[in-house]
């Protein structure tokens, strides 16, 4: 995803990236996340296509009957994100001295020979590789080779991993693309994640339909490029198109997120989704980047600051409920005052609640890195604004559902989210994954708080 975010990959983080955890993008410098604990050990950094891989490589590597294995799925989105990986591969080789470590994910993929320069690393495995079980069946037998990283961009195909869920997560991610053939200037990731490719919808609904079975209440399809869905398969399905289908055939799913959007990819079908279909949350998270059109430009983006109000609008008028997320990325080279002013103001000419906002950080290899920079002072402190910016959003947003009903689902214990993806605090003990309808009767802080509707 982007250097500093991009979609869904990822983000989400980004570009239309999903990159994040929950909303769009963890950031390059958001702490890790650390399953397992002593024995067979998955440390997952970046986006929410990495969480949703972490749970691939760990089904695939209990089949194989690993133990004493730490996994590190890395983020190559900045430099940062790369850096903070290492700082946590010297961490874990002091902490587990016994333990194999092996290094993959998107890092990986673009560094190997970085990687593999370490001494605490036993094996680099390339993002292509990581998700096939004959990778981790060869670990257990001994017969891998150390560093196993092959051309990303000859993937042609993305299979669809059945997972059985998320450890520890109300909601389920599935994957329905990977890779991105668009070029953002500052993007390294399309380098990590190869071309788009797409996974069937009936291997789609086939994973909804399990994680249904399982328990799941709401699901979030995710990608690196969500919205180029369909364009590498038989009959060219759009996104829409897919998710229409995928909500007929499995009716019992009560609730569908998208993750990173890209404006000028929105199809017809999802159009009147959106705007008909109750069961797709009312939450998009829109991959923005900037306010200004000469930015955008220099950023190869294919949007401009009138297509992102228009966008807005127009879902706003289709669903008056809706909430929107956005990615912006502070300090781009060449960013003068006046154009950063033009991002400050388009979070109010847009809406935009949930923002995920990044001091632009110089990723190696990317054209933007060649461009004039913006001081790092600077970066910081037009972050600093859009962020104080983003946070008044998000008072206005709280403050304005204070009264209203909502159906919430169950986080973990107290803790559960709206359908605009509110934090909501609650009273007494419910299940986690359970959906239950509540009035919301206050703001505590950057939550909501409520009581249970009988």
């Known amino acids: 995803m982007s250097g500093a975010l991009h ?18 993008h963890a950031g390059a410098d958001a702490a890790p996340a650390v399953s397992g604990g002593d024995g067979l050990t998955v440390v997952t950094f970046g986006c929410r296509l990495n969480s949703y891989e972490s749970e691939v490589m760990r089904a695939h590597a209990r089949t194989a009957g690993l133990d004493d294995v730490v996994i590190v799925n890395t983020c190559a989105v900045t430099a940062e994100a790369e850096r903070q990986a290492r700082q946590a591969i010297r961490r874990l080789r002091r902490d587990r001295p016994g333990a194999k470590i092996v290094v993959t994910g ?34 257990g037998v001994g017969a891998s080779e150390r560093v196993r990283v092959n051309d990303i961009m000859s993937v042609r195909e993305t299979a669809s991993h059945l997972i059985q869920g998320m450890e520890g997560r109300a909601r389920a991610f599935v994957q329905v693309q990977n890779g991105c053939d668009h070029r953002c200037t500052f993007c390294i990731i399309p380098f990590g994640r190869g071309n788009s490719r797409s996974v069937p919808m009936g291997e789609v609904v086939a994973q909804v339909r399990a994680l249904v079975e399982a328990g799941y209440r709401e699901v979030v399809l995710t990608g690196v490029d969500v919205t180029s869905y369909g364009a590498d398969l ?21 609730r569908l997120r998208l993750s990173s959007l890209d404006a000028v990819e929105m199809d017809d079908d999802l159009w009147r989704l959106v705007a008909e279909e109750e069961r797709v949350m009312p939450h998009l998270h829109l991959s923005l ?50 154009m950063f002013e033009n991002s400050l103001r388009i979070v109010e000419e847009c809406g935009l609640t949930w923002l995920h906002v990044f001091p632009y950080s110089a990723r190696p ?6 461009m ?3 001081p790092v002072p600077v970066r910081k402190e037009r972050a600093a604004r859009l962020r104080a910016a983003g946070q008044a959003a998000v008072d206005r947003y709280l403050a304005a559902q204070v009264g209203r009903t909502a159906g919430v689902l169950v986080e ?5 989210r709206t359908p605009g993806f509110a934090e909501v605090r609650l009273d007494g003990t419910h ?21 249970v509707e009988d």
């Open 7 to 24: 979609k869904d990959c990822g983000h989400d983080h980004g570009h239309g990236h999903d990159h994040d955890h929950e909303h769009g």
């Open 106 to 139: 998107c890092a990986a993929q673009v560094n190997p020979g970085g990687f593999a320069a370490m001494g605490e690393v036993d094996h680099v495995l390339g993002n292509d590789a990581k998700l096939t079980e004959s990778a981790w069946t060869e670990f």
């Open 234 to 254: 038989p009959g060219n399905p759009a996104l829409g198109q897919m998710v229409r289908r995928l909500l007929a055939a499995v009716p019992e799913l009560p």
């Open 289 to 338: 980047q900037a306010g200004d059109d000469m930015v955008l430009k220099r950023m190869k983006r294919r949007h401009t600051r009138d297509d992102a109000i228009r966008f807005c609008e127009k879902a706003r008028g289709l669903r008056p409920d809706i909430v929107f997320g956005a990615d912006i990325i502070a300090g781009f080279p060449t960013e003068t005052d006046a």
């Open 365 to 370: 290899g990317t054209p933007a890195a060649k």
């Open 372 to 374: 004039p920079q913006v």
């Open 412 to 416: 973990r214990a107290g803790l559960g």
């Open 431 to 451: 299940a986690p994954g359970s959906l239950i309808r509540c009035r919301l009767t206050g703001v505590d802080g950057t939550m909501l708080t409520a009581v």
